[in-house]
């Protein structure tokens, strides 16, 4: 009995490693989608905070921009019309993550993130 147990660890290993290596890289791209998420969210606080200040496109646009490190191409800021002081103003930052962890982002469409903030112009 013990001659044909040889091996057998190795081949449930072999049978098991692929699918636990899938496992652990989809793990790893979720958290990196979730860590783009914080900065997407990080940005469009930013830019409402820009803009209530002075309630320009332009402005937001680049505390959005300057408030994390996402890529620029793949970042878009929206600036809802702001009246005058006492008015709100909404800003919706909307991010495209990229999936590019090896195997499982192949697999897997790129993720749109997107956030809104909302502030009163001072």
Avoid: K
Wanted: hydrophobic content about 55%; proline content about 4%; cysteine-free.
């Amino acid at each position: 009995m013990r001659r044909r147990d040889r091996g057998q660890a190795t081949v449930e290993l072999a049978l098991a490693l692929p699918v636990l290596l899938v496992v652990l890289l989809a793990a790893i791209q979720v958290g990196l989608v979730a860590r783009d998420q914080v900065r997407v969210a990080h940005a469009a606080r930013e830019a409402a905070r820009a803009a209530a200040l002075e309630p320009t496109a332009e402005v937001a646009d680049a505390a959005a921009r300057g408030a994390s490190d996402l890529d620029p191409a793949r970042l878009s800021v929206a600036v809802s019309s702001a009246g005058g002081p006492g008015d709100t103003v909404t800003v919706v930052v909307t991010y495209r993550a990229a999936t590019n962890v090896p195997v499982v982002g192949s697999l897997l469409a790129d993720v749109v993130l997107e956030e809104r903030a909302t502030m009163r112009v001072e």
